[in-house]
Every structure is written in C-alpha cells, then in structure tokens.
C-alpha cells in the first residue's frame, strides 16, 4: 500500500492559480494512473484529472481548460495545476492512487489540503 | 458525464439494523461501480469495488450487488463505526463521476 503525502498553498485569491504537489511513498509509482479530486465543503467528490509515469493524462471535461497535472518520476511526485480560480474552487483537494488490479476505485488517498478563494 | 443518483440522502438506523443504499446510473455502467465511506474531516475510504468484490480487510457485514444502472449497497448488522456518509462512483467512462452521498445516521 503506498503513502500518499499533499502539500501546497491554503488560501488564494480569485484569479490566482492553485499548485498542490502529492508524494508517493512505498509501493509502486509506475503502472498506474495518479488523480486528483475535490470536495468542495459540505458536497459531494468531483474527479479533477490523472497523470501515470509516460506523462498521459485525463482530465475531467469541465474543469479541462484550466486544469494541468504533472509528474515528476525521479521524486515519485506529481502536482496539479487549476487556473483562475474562483470561490466556487474552495474545497479539500485529495490525490489518490487506484487500487491494484483494477481499473478505477481509489484506494490510497493523501491526507487532503483545504484550499480557499477569498479575496 | 455519467450522473450518479443515491438514495436516500439520509438513513436513520440503530446498531443491528440492516441498511440498504440505491445508486442508479443514468446510463449503463456495467460492473464499474465502487463504494467509499467517508468520515467527517477524514479521506474517503473503499469499501467495494467492481459493483460486488469486497477489499481486502473490509468487514463482509458490508456488501455490493447490481450491474448496469442499478446498484446497492448492504451494511447486514450496523455497528457503531458505521456511521457515516457513504457514495458510490462509476468509472465505465471518463470523466469519473461520484453519487452525491448518503449520510446514516444514529436513529
């Protein structure tokens, strides 16, 4: 089972672009699929996107034009990048690994970060 | 998108109960179907996934059944870890899509 550890910025402001950067520890890093997803407070999980070692990536449709997720493999990270933010981005953003063997339930979860917009 | 619907929003049971919790997708979603519960201010946690397999360490009181638009999860004898909010998510198709929870309650 692989650790999952999150960082970055809390609070922002409308327009500014969020930077979190999620650390795989134990386990393996190649052969799956690295996401991000958001809760925004009090609602439901929204899938953001996910990267794997080649650097090929999914992003949800909606969020898809202002959304960039990278990795970096010598450090076993990847980072998600969200432009122009807005208030309605304030919530708990988790990365997350799939479960071994198949194909798209999460099984391992960072600790979550809570980002907020606010002016 | 696939849209998740669950129902119901809220389930008040007592320590013992059998619940049962619906999701119906809009469109079919085969067997791609996984269960999380999540605790407040916690990750969510899997419970179920491919509609029906258990994980590993997951208590068999907790159970998974359907296929194509609609699916249930069993909780057979409520124990007091029990009590949380609980969604399911379609990964049939891009982009993933979750349900919107469901919140068991102590009665």
């Known amino acids: 089972q692989a650790q999952l550890q999150q960082w970055g910025a809390g609070l922002l402001k409308p327009s500014e672009t969020l930077s979190l950067t999620c650390a795989v520890y134990g386990g393996s890093f190649s052969g799956y699929y690295w996401s991000w997803i958001r809760q925004p407070p009090g609602k439901g999980l929204e899938w953001i996107g996910e990267?794997?070692?080649?650097?090929?990536?999914n992003y949800n449709p909606s969020l898809k034009s202002r959304v960039t997720i990278s990795v970096d493999t010598s450090k076993n990270q990847f980072s998600l990048n969200l432009s122009s933010m807005t208030a309605a981005d304030t919530a708990v953003y988790y990365c997350a690994r799939k479960l071994t063997g198949d194909v798209g339930s999460f099984d391992d979860w960072g600790q979550g970060t809570l980002v907020t917009v606010s002016s | 998108d696939i849209q998740m619907t669950q129902s119901p929003f809220t389930v008040s049971a007592s320590v013992g109960d059998r619940v049962t919790i619906a999701c119906r997708a809009n469109e079919s979603v085969s067997q791609w179907l996984a269960w999380y519960q999540q605790k407040p201010g916690k990750a969510p946690n899997l419970l179920i996934y491919?509609?029906?397999s258990l994980k590993r360490g997951v208590p068999s009181r907790f159970s998974g059944s359907g296929s194509g638009t609609e699916f249930t999860l069993t909780i057979s004898s409520l124990q007091p870890d029990d009590f949380a909010t609980y969604y399911c998510q379609q990964y049939h198709s891009y982009s993933y899509t979750f349900g919107q929870g469901t919140k068991l309650e102590i009665k």
């Open positions: 990267i794997n070692r080649a650097e090929s990536t």
């Open positions: 491919k509609a029906s």
